[in-house]
T-cell receptor, first 112, second 111 residues
């Protein structure tokens, strides 16, 4: 089983729709989680951190469910500019920064 | 601040040729990483460094060597390139319980 698993998609949704995708992780000791966004042929960039209490930033909401070992990303009122690949990232902690694990990404395509 | 820069941006090599990819950062971060990204495979760690003068192997180190002689630079070398090393290479830095900062990538094709 992969350490971090994501549905590769693509998710193809109309503009204005709400879309959500999950990421499961296998290491119950993992400390920190993040969502990164990667545009085609570009480098990954941090979208948001994921906290146990949930984290909301505008149209984006990230949740962490430690009991079921998954994190989620919800995008409301999707825009054309949200089309990208979303990477789930697991970090055990600073002392184990070598163990940063990236998911393979979920591709999202927003259509007009 | 330039952040993380990579040189070159593109390169085409013939099998057996060698080359060095340069990563430079101006954020004074201790940790630096080299990843490769292939379609459907996500980012895979090649080598990393936890500080000047240190290097360690990641998930896919075979065929690559690295050096970190200066804190701000992390070099990735291919001694004898193979077609299987055709990929996009990303350098990244890491500072704390926080985000990684990535360079723009180097697109390498080995014929």
């Amino acid at each position: 089983r992969k350490e971090v698993e994501q549905d590769p998609g693509p998710f193809n949704v109309p503009e204005g729709a709400t879309v959500a995708f999950n990421c499961t992780y296998s290491n119950s000791a993992s400390q920190s989680f993040f969502w990164y966004r990667q545009d085609c042929r570009k480098e990954p960039k941090l979208l948001m951190s994921v906290y146990s209490s949930g984290n909301e930033d505008g149209r984006f909401t990230a949740q962490l469910n430690r009991a079921s070992q998954y994190i989620s990303l919800l995008i409301r009122d999707s825009k054309l500019s949200d089309s990208a690949t979303y990477l789930c990232v697991e970090t055990p902690g600073y002392s184990s920064a070598s163990k940063i694990i990236f998911g393979s990404g979920t591709r999202l395509s927003i259509r007009p | 601040n330039a952040g993380v820069t990579q040189t070159p941006k593109f390169r085409v090599l013939k099998t057996g040729q060698s080359m060095t990819l340069l990563c430079a950062q101006d954020m004074n971060h201790e940790y630096m990483y080299w990843y490769r990204q292939d379609p459907g495979m996500g980012l895979r760690l090649i080598h990393y460094s936890v500080g000047e003068g240190t290097t360690a192997k990641g998930e896919v180190p075979d065929g690559y060597n690295v050096s970190r002689l200066k804190k701000q630079n992390f070099l990735l070398g291919l001694e004898s390139a193979a077609p299987s090393q055709t990929s996009v290479y990303f350098c990244a830095t890491f500072h704390s319980y926080n985000e990684q900062f990535f360079g723009p990538g180097t697109r390498l094709t080995v014929l």
